[in-house]
């Protein structure tokens, strides 16, 4: 009796471990095929919408910009600069909430989402290429409007200032160019992470929580988003010489390039080949 209980007992047990591992199985699922249908989604809407909603994600994402000059602004003199950039990470999610939750179209957003319908053989590389450029280049547009609109505005309100906006992006830009490329492969990792675990939940407050979490984490550490970045390293440029134009333009290149590859192909490519190699099992 005590045998066959014993069977028993461990009959059970394979069953729920059998079970969880199902649950976990369909959940991954669950979660690939919202995110594929997102990215669906996006390949459907005009290009000229999608360009109108890319420069709207470009001026929204520079209030993060706006609140991190400010915090600068505020505490140069009183602490370390250290730690005032360490401070960022509190503000630098502002610009990702407005434009995440409002649904505005952000390169950094977008890498992993247009990357799986690749992967799954809906589209070509080359749709998702075309997709791309026109987000960035509607990013970069909005970031350089909002400069233009913030540079004699900030001083009247007492915000900060063009020496601020000089010496922020004069920080962000004065890295070697392979730490540059790596940061943004860093960003890019977890922003692809980013849509990844917002496709896990509808629930708006822990969605909030999520891009909290994530963009603060990049804000803190100082890795580097070519988006907000753009905005950074422009302000600087035209309120500085120190800058040069192929500065701007290396520093683009350099962290538009790290950031696709941190999300498309660390984040879209091993996220879709772990659910393969799943599928392949069963």
Not at 31 to 51: D, M, P, Q, Y
Not at 141 to 158: D, E, N, S
Request: aromatic share 12%; hydrophobic share 50%.
């Amino acid at each position: 009796m005590k045998e066959e209980k014993k069977q028993q007992e461990e009959h059970q047990k394979n069953l729920e471990k059998q079970s969880d591992e199902i649950s976990a199985s369909e959940k991954y699922t669950e979660i690939l095929s919202r995110v594929i249908h997102e990215g669906e989604e996006i390949f459907n809407i005009k290009k000229k919408a999608l360009f109108l909603s890319s420069c709207i994600a470009g001026l929204e994402i520079g209030f993060s910009y706006v609140l991190v000059s400010t915090l600068y602004f505020l505490l140069e003199g009183t602490m370390g600069e250290f730690a005032i950039y360490r401070l960022f990470g509190f503000v630098y999610p502002v610009g990702f909430v407005l434009v995440i939750l409002g649904k505005s179209a952000l390169f950094t957003e977008q890498t992993s989402v247009l990357t799986l319908p690749v992967l799954n053989g809906q589209r070509s590389i080359w749709e998702m290429l075309k997709l791309w450029g026109i987000v960035i280049f509607g990013n970069i547009i909005g970031g350089i409007i909002f400069i233009f609109a913030i540079t004699p505005l900030a001083p009247k309100l007492g915000i900060f200032n063009q020496e601020t906006m000089v010496k922020i992006g004069t920080h962000v830009i004065d890295h070697d160019y392979w730490v540059l490329f790596v940061s943004a492969i860093l960003a890019g990792w977890l922003m692809g992470l980013l849509t990844w675990l917002l496709n896990s939940t509808v629930k708006s407050l822990t969605r909030i929580v999520i891009i909290i979490m994530i963009t603060g984490t990049i804000g803190f550490v100082g890795f580097h988003h070519s988006i907000v970045g753009n905005i950074e390293v422009f302000g600087a440029f035209i309120n500085s010489d120190s800058i040069s134009i192929t500065d701007y333009l290396m520093f683009l290149l350099l962290t538009l390039t790290g950031n696709g590859v941190g999300g498309a192909i660390v984040v879209g490519l091993f996220k879709y080949r772990i659910f393969e190699s799943n599928s392949g099992s069963n």
